[in-house]
């Protein structure tokens, strides 16, 4: 693609698809002069599948043709490069947002768990969170440091151990 230019389509044809399809129409002519020369039928059989097939495959090539010549007429130049680092700098910023605004309501979920579960508990712990919500104990750390942060709960100490408590 980094040597588009807008003839490439008139060279396709000319380079490409002319030659196939010169090609198919040839090997038609050799297999209608083959079954004339050939009298085992189960190889007519087959020659005349092949030939159905390419002619199949001429008729999509004619097709295809038609549909080139007009673009190839009309002489695009096509600037690809702007286009595409444009298009990857958008999906990569939306994808980037997507992905934070999901972080940051999965966050927001959690902590509303958390702090659920810490107003109807009176002895709630890590380790009693991290089973309640099914994650791991880190995760449960960073939604109390943020609660806490918040100033929406705090820590009370009972000697070696302590307990989360709702503000």
Not at 34 to 49: G, L, P, V, W
Not at 56 to 82: G, P, R, W
Not at 95 to 114: F, T
Request: hydrophobic share 35%.
């Amino acid at each position: 693609m980094h040597r588009w230019n807008a003839d490439i389509e008139a060279r396709v044809r000319a380079l490409y698809l002319h030659k196939v399809q010169e090609k198919y129409e040839n090997e038609v002519k050799a297999i209608n002069t083959m079954i004339e020369h050939i009298t085992d039928n189960r190889f007519i059989a087959k020659e005349e599948k092949r030939k159905d097939k390419l002619l199949k495959q001429i008729a999509e090539v004619k097709e295809y043709d038609e549909i080139l010549d007009h673009i190839a007429n009309e002489h695009i130049d096509i600037d690809l490069t702007l286009p595409l680092v444009s298009k990857q700098t958008d999906i990569s910023e939306k994808s980037q947002a997507k992905s934070q605004a999901s972080k940051s309501n999965i966050m927001e979920q959690r902590k509303k768990l958390v702090l659920e579960q810490i107003k109807l508990g009176e002895n709630v712990t890590t380790p009693l969170l991290v089973k309640e919500l099914g994650v791991s104990e880190r995760q449960i750390r960073t939604v109390l440091d943020q609660l806490k942060n918040e100033g929406k709960i705090h820590f009370e100490r009972e000697g070696k151990s302590g307990r989360w408590i709702a503000d």
